[in-house]
């Protein structure tokens, strides 16, 4: 009798939930696919090639040696051409059978699997993806009857639902929430200790030396590579956030400083999204940590840092599988400019997006103000395509998966869905960079100049943008004031100002700026 195979993909990474779990080496075999399309068909970070590729490979290696069978196809296989091609020849090589598969988070994964699977005799058999804390049913039983989804309201479902920071039936503290507190300038004083640098081994050489030679499209620098790739590591990642940037984490969450990429964020979407560590066991260890009397988490940090887990990141996969089709191709703005070159690391005298992306290009990491405020708030405000924004993220991050871009980039920070999980654009004028960011002061342009050469074209663009859309805008409570605001102001002004601002953006979109 054939036995049934499991199918691993690449964000599946996972002995502690799904159909490995509890599986006997002799019950199962497993097939693993470096997909050729996925890793070929489009850029990537050459810091990301490497991060898949390693931690797929040591993922097999530690099957086998626990004494599973595994078939693995690598990208330069002829069989590994995409998922489906591979579980056909498969069950073609091994007799017709089952193959069993954690439901994708990504839209369009499994369907071309479950008809390969049964063009070559055998069936798909798909199981709940368990690498998350909410199952489906939370999502819709909350969602039923709502005309706007915000992750407040799932967020403090979830608290209910799981007892997480709740004492009696209330929110621990008193406050659901402490964001207010967590908006702290950049403390330029302190040094957040790094999190920890995993010197690649052998195996990790040979992955990045493959991905120097074998992908011309890649972008960014493969070394120095630091990334956690087995569960070992990413389990030390996780210790290390919350014993050393855990207790910052709150009130700085919100400041960018240059030359400081992870300040105190934990970096953790990276395992995360491989599923080398699940959720709620990083939930329990920070919640550990901070219940500890010895160490002085404060409320702010520990309620913040769990916000982003159960909260952010839980609605978002949900908003991803119910709203993520409609998404796609969504341009609620008609913003149709190309994507300026200063993204992909041409020079620009914008100094807090040339060092962000000069950021990106050595780690393939930008905490979630860089990518919210500044580099989707930037190509917003000049009206960049959100498609090619989307195309932009997928190649330059390395924790990138269409499940948590779609609604971060197209929803979040391009508002290219009209606003389906937000309440308004997140858009903003030089005024909040200076304030959040270290980045002016290094700049050739003065944040605090309205008018003149030295004005920072951000302030300009943020005004021609509020003036583009002021009739959408006039009727959203959000941004009703800003619009009344600018409405007020003296007509020949604002006419200088829009001529301005549409000189910088045309000089900026054709890199001269
Ligand atoms: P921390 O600040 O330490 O936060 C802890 C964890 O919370 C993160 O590891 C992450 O798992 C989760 N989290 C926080 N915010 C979000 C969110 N909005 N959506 C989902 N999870 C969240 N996240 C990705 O994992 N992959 C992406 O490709 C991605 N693209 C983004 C693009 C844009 C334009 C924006 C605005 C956000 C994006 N995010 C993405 C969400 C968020 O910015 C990252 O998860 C976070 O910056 C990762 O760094 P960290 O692990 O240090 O996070």
């Avoid at 693993?32 to 970070?45: C, D, K, N, P």
């Avoid at 992908?215 to 569960?231: I, L, Q």
């Avoid at 021609?464 to 009739?471: L, M, P, S, W």
Wanted: charge should be neutral; include cysteine.
């Amino acid at each position: 009798m054939t036995r049934p195979t499991v199918l691993v993909l690449g964000d599946q990474l996972t002995r502690q939930v799904g159909p490995l779990a509890n599986a006997r080496p002799d019950e199962v075999r497993v097939l693993m696919v470096e997909s050729r399309a996925l890793l070929h068909g489009a850029a990537h970070h050459a810091q990301k090639l490497v991060l898949v590729l390693a931690a797929m490979r040591r993922f097999a290696d530690a099957l086998r040696r626990d004494g599973f069978e595994v078939a693995y196809h690598q990208h330069d296989d002829p069989a590994s051409d995409d998922f489906a091609s591979a579980v056909h020849d498969h069950l073609r090589r091994h007799g017709a059978g089952e193959v069993t598969l954690m439901t994708p988070n990504d839209h369009g994964v499994a369907e071309p699997i479950a008809a390969a699977a049964e063009r070559a005799g055998g069936r798909l058999r798909q199981v709940a993806n368990e690498l998350w804390i909410t199952d489906d049913a939370l999502f819709d039983r909350w969602v039923e009857g709502r005309r706007t989804l915000r992750m407040e309201g799932f967020y403090r479902e979830v608290r209910r639902a799981t007892g997480i920071l709740m004492e009696d039936g209330e929110p621990l503290g008193g406050r659901w929430n402490y964001d207010a507190d967590n908006r702290a300038r950049p403390d330029t004083e302190a040094s957040p200790p790094p999190p920890p640098a995993f010197e690649p081994d052998a195996r990790v050489r040979e992955v990045i030396k493959e991905v120097e030679a074998g992908f011309p499209h890649r972008w960014g620098e493969a070394r120095p590579f630091r990334w956690p790739v087995d569960r070992e590591q990413a389990l030390r990642a996780l210790d290390v956030f919350c014993r050393e940037r855990l207790r910052r984490f709150g009130d700085q969450q919100d400041a960018m400083r240059v030359g400081e990429p992870f300040l105190w964020h934990s970096t953790l979407s990276v395992p995360l999204n491989l599923g080398l560590l699940h959720p709620r066991e990083v939930v329990d260890a920070a919640l550990a940590h901070a219940e500890d009397g010895r160490r002085r988490i404060p409320t702010n940090a520990i309620e913040g840092f769990v916000r982003q887990v159960i909260g952010w990141r839980e609605f978002v996969h949900h908003v991803y599988r119910t709203r993520g089709a409609a998404m796609h191709g969504a341009n609620a703005l008609q913003a149709h400019a190309p994507l300026p070159p200063a993204y992909w690391g041409e020079p620009t005298q914008l100094h807090c997006l040339g060092t962000t992306v000069g950021q990106l290009r050595r780690t393939g990491y930008a905490h979630h103000i860089q990518r919210l405020m500044v580099l989707g708030n930037v190509a917003q405000l000049v009206g960049v395509d959100p498609e090619q924004v989307l195309a932009w993220f997928t190649a330059t991050h390395l924790d990138a998966l269409d499940w948590v871009m779609v609604p971060n980039v197209l929803g979040m920070s391009q508002y290219a869905d009209g606003g389906t999980m937000t309440s308004k654009p997140y858009a903003a004028g030089a005024n909040y960079l200076h304030k959040m960011s270290d980045a002016c002061a290094g700049c050739r342009f003065d944040p605090k100049a309205k008018h003149g050469e030295d004005a920072c074209p951000l302030t300009g663009w943020y005004w021609a943008f509020i003036d583009r859309h002021q009739e959408r805008f006039a009727s959203n409570a959000r941004m009703r004031m800003i619009v009344a605001a600018w409405r007020k102001r003296d007509a020949a002004e604002r006419k200088r100002l829009l001529e301005r601002a549409e000189r910088d953006r045309a000089a900026f979109l054709a890199g001269e700026l």
